[in-house]
């Protein structure tokens, strides 16, 4: 592998990161480049922890609609029992 930024290969005890954007791989040298790795981490470790919290949040509104969904026609069924034992 050659590194994106200094144009040397990059031998497996050398590779220190490899970094996924639009479906290319772009690896990075540990020793000339140890900055960006520390960048490259701290902007992957945010985009999982936002990732995440979305997720969480996508599934949290989503349970508590269908919870709403399920009291509403429950209480619809009540009341048509009610009416039907009434009349």
């Not at 520390?38 to 949040?57: P, V």
């Not at 508590?64 to 009416?83: E, M, P, T, Y």
């Amino acid at each position: 592998m050659i590194c994106k930024i200094c144009k040397q290969v990059i031998s497996q005890e050398q590779e220190f990161v490899k970094d996924y954007f639009d479906e290319k791989v772009e690896t990075y040298h540990c020793s000339c480049h140890l900055e960006q790795f520390g960048d490259i981490k701290e902007i992957e470790e945010a985009n999982t922890l936002q990732y995440k919290k979305t997720y969480e949040q996508n599934v949290g509104q989503f349970s508590n609609f269908v919870f709403l969904i399920i009291l509403a026609v429950s209480i619809i069924l009540g009341l048509v029992g009610i009416i039907w034992i009434l009349v």
